[in-house]
């Protein structure tokens, strides 16, 4: 028996720990293993930071995912559980949006930054015990079917496996966040093996490397996931994690002060206070980037009028929304870009509320009595719009002070973005989560023309020379100040076309409960569960 087993046997008050975390047992580094070890680690347990062993991990959210395949995803709910059961290359640093490795224990660029060479960790295995190689990332990363298609055929030339441990993509120009972008869950590396066995079933039986593997998805109620016990990175502390689709957040406090889950996203914001009487609860709050947004579909009329868009952004009360629907979780969004991010202009001024104004415009642009409309209310709650139908019900008052006679449309999760990507609404509230701290990701994904085409990001199908300019400009270059000076360039031509009404940027909320250990939220993604731990009861 070893020190480490001592403390383990008779210093942890009979909770299991996660061994793999102690990781020398020579702890204080005085290169003597002694007494003052044994001391030293007992105080770290007896203080809680190393995380009890176990358990079963209850996880309410709002909606479904649409897919497990990381390749095709569309939304937030999908990366959730992708986050656990997929790998990429780097990731991003516990609380920041620094990189670091990941399945690539190290890379490298050349100088001109088109040529970027990855070396694979040794003896990892996907889910299903085939190894991880060099071919598997090149599948991965070049499945034609995937939604990163149009970054490959713009950047990518080629990516090919040098030997079995090392892989090379080489661009056809510079692309300043590539190494941001490829943290992103969309290329995590899947499995080559099951993809071909389960083909177009492959997202419906998912195969990674991540912490957590796939057991059952019962649609539209949970998806349960258990831990991997050969990860790379070491066990993960909880046994299994199971996601609950409950899509009234009052329904899922409800379930947490019951004890059925253990942890929930998105309470409503005048729920907070309950949530914070609760002596079994928790409530964490970080700041996030994200936006919330009203797209107006420009290839329908009236929103092809730059008028009429104007008209809509001055006649809605941001200021009254931000106080009474998200109670201190939101800050008014004047753009694309949370003021967080870097090259934030914050020279930009917002629409002003203004009623008569708004009715002026609408006037100019050939609609003096207003015109009849739908708002699709947001299905599922998120962190930049908590309750989307009481949203729409705000915004069709408002409207209907300008003559704008607005129908709420609401649909499930799925076949909401099913319609809105085919562009089949007026207008539709959504909203973006960045996958990395870079402003190409908002506003590329969000305003290009490369994503107007369907299944679309770009859910405005907004179309403009001048800004597609801009953003392959900042996009490829290497000059972090002109990158700066092109992105607040791009948020004055949105101020100036108006494409949505920017809404929020809001605060990202979870509740726990408090046997909930080692959850700490992450500023981008959802990597964050994966080194949750549960105490004993």
């Known amino acids: 028996m070893n020190i480490l087993d001592l403390v383990l046997v008779g210093s942890h008050f009979g909770e299991r720990v996660d061994a793999a975390q102690v990781s020398n047992i020579d702890v204080n580094s ?10 030293l680690v007992a105080n770290v347990m007896r203080q809680g930071d190393i995380a009890p ?17 990381p390749a095709l995803i569309l939304d937030g709910e999908s990366a959730k559980v992708c986050d656990m059961l997929y790998d990429t290359l780097v990731q991003y640093r516990r609380d920041t ?8 224990e190290a890379w490298e660029s050349s100088t001109d930054g088109l040529v970027w060479t990855f070396h694979l960790r040794q003896g990892v295995q996907f889910h299903d015990g085939t190894p991880l190689n060099a071919d598997a990332v090149v599948f991965s990363l070049t499945r034609p079917q995937a939604v990163y298609r149009d970054f490959q055929a713009e950047f990518i030339n080629q990516i090919i496996a040098l030997d079995p441990f090392t892989v090379q993509i080489q661009l056809k120009t510079p692309f300043a966040p590539f190494i941001s972008t490829v943290a992103g869950t969309t290329f995590s590396i899947v499995s080559p093996t099951a993809v071909q ?4 079933n492959f997202g419906s039986n998912p195969i990674g490397t991540g912490p957590f593997k796939f057991v059952r998805w019962d649609r539209d109620d949970k998806i349960a996931l258990e831990a991997n016990d050969t990860h790379w990175a070491g066990r993960p502390s909880l046994d299994r994690i199971i996601f609950r689709s409950i899509p009234d957040n009052s329904v899922r406090l409800m379930e947490m002060q019951q004890g059925r889950l253990h942890a929930m996203e998105f309470p409503n914001p005048d729920e907070i206070p309950l949530i914070r009487g609760d002596a079994q609860l928790e409530l964490l709050m970080r700041s996030s980037l994200n936006v919330g947004y009203l797209a107006m579909n420009m ?21 009254e929304i931000i106080e009474h629907l998200y109670q201190g979780t939101g800050i008014p969004a004047k753009g694309p870009i949370p003021p967080t ?7 930009v001024e917002d629409y002003e509320y203004n009623p008569t104004l708004a009715k002026q415009l609408l006037a100019e642009a050939g609609y003096p009595d ?13 962190p930049y719009i908590p309750d989307g139908r009481v949203l729409a019900e705000v915004l069709q008052s408002e409207l209907r002070n300008i003559g704008v006679e607005a129908t709420i449309v609401t649909y499930d999760w799925g076949t909401y973005i099913a319609k809105t990507t085919n562009g089949e609404h007026d207008m539709a509230m959504l909203g973006w989560i960045a996958e990395e701290g870079d402003p190409d990701n908002f506003f590329y994904y969000l305003l290009s023309k490369t994503y107007a085409e369907k299944p679309a990001f770009n859910i405005a199908f907004y179309r403009d020379d001048e800004m597609q300019d801009v953003l392959e400009r900042a996009r490829t270059s290497t000059d972090q100040n002109e990158r700066i000076e092109l992105y607040r360039h791009a948020q004055a031509i949105f101020h100036r076309d108006a494409p949505w009404v920017p809404l929020a940027h809001g605060q990202r ?3 726990v409960d408090r046997r909930v250990r080692n959850l700490r939220l992450a500023p981008i993604g959802w990597k964050y569960l994966r080194s949750a731990s549960l105490a004993p009861e």
């Open 30 to 39: 005085d290169g003597i293993v002694d007494v003052r070890d044994l001391l």
């Open 53 to 69: 062993i176990g358990g079963t991990l209850i996880f309410g959210r709002g909606g479904d995912s649409l897919t497990l395949d």
């Open 97 to 104: 949006t620094d990189i670091e490795p990941a399945l690539a």
């Open 197 to 200: 066995h389960f083909g177009d």
């Open 299 to 319: 290839e329908k009329p009236p929103f092809d009028n730059l008028k009429v868009r104007l008209a809509i952004n001055h006649a809605i009360n941001k200021a």
């Open 341 to 347: 991010l870097w090259s934030y202009d914050d020279m």
């Open 370 to 382: 207003g015109f009849e409309t739908t708002i699709w209310a947001l299905p599922v709650a998120r």
């Open 509 to 511: 909320l979870l509740v």
